[in-house]
């Protein structure tokens, strides 16, 4: 069965089931309306729904106030940000609250890029200059883009994005249309019921406003604010420089790292919904109860008919609605062929650098028409397929960019965005020069001569040629790149719900607790009673009793240069505390240089061996208590505190006797909770800046090494094919 036999079908089955189920319905209306009219309550059914619609009326102006639907975003710094990132926070938050309802109502491209511009200009002016950041950077953070919008939109959408673009632009319009022509049916309610029916009629259109004020303007706004949030946190690693690897890594990284959740609201609307057929659900009820009293197996007829009409329906508009079936392999290798065949097309027309863009978008519209006729059968072209096999072929072929630009474009990766402006600009110049030739002529003396025509004509044939083979092979390898995206797309290989935005997960690491004390300070019990606990498995716990010197830099365990939070063990009776502190120092000198110092707590072991020692029922108050064995521990905790000075952040106390802990559940576990999101935000910077190649000259030589070799190989390329005709 061909594609249009088969939606001919799913159009017949959805008439038939609507047609079923709307006469089931009818007539349990007019049962229902005999029913209640032989009642004596018809009259007052006109009241009840006034009532109801009033009803409806003032929930829908409660709860479509601005956030009902769908929440607005947390503003919160995010934890992996500098101090030096706020103003450019700020600036994003002040554009985002503000511009967010001109984006909503913008009704063009223009206006909407127009919009984005003003914040990105505030954003840039608040921070570094995107000029200072390089290529690799650039396009890893347009993809990281593109795959936060489209995992925000999983979220927010859901299934919403499986059914075909072009059934969801038909949906539109029969809603504009019945929208706008609505109005008809209430010519029969008018006619016989005209006081019942004009209250229903104004009361629905005076309820309508603040729903659709809720559903519509304030979703739309809050979907645009949710987007300049996602794109803006990239936005400023990118000018922060901290988007130095792969985009989709950075944006595993990042989009697990926050919390919170963007799923619309949608329980409030349902119950406007049902509150408003209430009315009809009463008269519906009326004409089951009037079938029963005729026959008791007659109220079977008409919920039959719902029943199967309602099956047939969803079953039909189900098939219609998603896009067509995957092609088999034989219909995808059909599509190579066209892609190469546009390609030769477009090198032997010439490539005109003056192509308008309108005419780029013409030509690859008729690519993908064709290739979606070729793979699929579809005549639909994109409009066939999904939103979420669009974002799927994009988010493939800005990830196949960001590979060919960090791997074969010399410097990529270690030369500034101003430095490639930089070179475009003389490059230009150099064009200029070499089109008229009157510069290099002139700097002959003499004017040049014969020797300065010569050095022009040759200089502008090696410009000519090796721009022909730049673009030639710039071309073939974007028109391939695109063609296989297009093959893929109308091939159905995104039709399954991926779960490519979690793959990252599993390597994002935890954040690091590090214990270390002197031995006997309990390291070891400490360690095993908070690896015990549920609550920390949020944290990679390693005890460390190393505290010489020379180990690693600044004197500190290897451990320590990469913990995120640090327990400090020493004994509440210890005397000597000078080799904690003189580490304590060194902790804090060793990350003054610009680093990231880790949290840092101060545990006071063995509280129980505090005098009086045969004392020991625990919970204990060391900030207020007044027995003699709170006093002595909150001199322990005092003196603790006077020799560490500012470096630790907080000083808890601890013991155990018998097995049975006291300090560690109501001191330690709560200040360790109290900062595991900022110490995820450590963690995900330290695995950031780890991902920053550096300047290095081996990889930018072996970059340069391809780059030549590629240059090479299209100068000869074109050259020989230029070379016949001229």
Known sequence: MSLAKGNSAQIARMAGGAFAVLAAISALFVAGCWQLNQMGLGGWLGWFNLAIFCAGWWLAWIWTRPGAVLAAPDWKLPAHFKDADTPMWDALRRGAESRSTELAAASTSTEVLSVLREIWESINSAGPRWQDRTLAEL????????????????????????????????????????????????????????VDALCRWVTLKVARWPAERGLRRDLSRMLWTLALRDLGVVAIDFLAGRIAGPGARYAALVGNSESGSARPRLARPVVLAMLQGLPLIIILGSGLWYLSSLSLLLPAVPLSFIGIGWVVFAGAAGHWLLPPPRA????RDAGGPIVERWIAELENEGLSASRSAADWLERIGKLDLEVGVAVSGSESGWRGRSIRELMGGMAELVHEVEELVRRAVPGSRHLRLGDWIAAGGWLGWLGRVTNTGSILTSAVPGKGGLA??????LAGKVKRHADEALRSVMLRAAGRRLGNVLVRLHSGDWQEIEESANSGLSEIPKPVLLIVGSHGSGCTMLAGALAELESMREWEIIESHDWTDGTSKAGLPPDALRADALIVLMRAQGGARETEFAFI??????????????????????????????????????????????????TALEAARSGAGSLVNDWVIVGVRDGRWWGVSEGVVPW???????ARGVRLARELESEITGSSWVEPARQAGRGL??????????????????
Do not use: C
């Open 139 to 194: 396009v890893a953070a347009l993809h990281a883009g593109q795959v936060r919008l489209a995992n925000r939109a999983e979220e927010v959408l859901g299934r919403l994005l499986l059914p075909r673009i072009d059934r969801w632009q038909l949906v539109w319009r029969l809603g504009v249309l019945a929208d706008r022509y609505g109005a008809v049916a209430w010519l029969p309610g008018l006619l016989l019921a005209p």
């Open 328 to 331: 088999t392999g034989m219909s």
């Open 452 to 457: 300065g025509m010569a050095l022009s004509w």
């Open 585 to 634: 120092r060194r902790i804090s000198d060793g990350n003054s240089s610009g680093g990231r110092a880790p949290f840092l707590l101060g545990v006071l072991s063995a509280g129980d061996l505090v005098p009086p020692t045969l004392e020991w029922n625990p919970p204990y108050d060391p900030a207020g208590g007044t027995s003699r064995k709170e006093m002595m521990l909150r």
């Open 672 to 678: 360790l909770d109290s900062r595991l999101e900022r």
């Open 709 to 726: 070799r590629g240059i090479a190989g299209f100068f000869l390329s074109g050259w020989k094919k230029a070379s016949p005709s001229s």
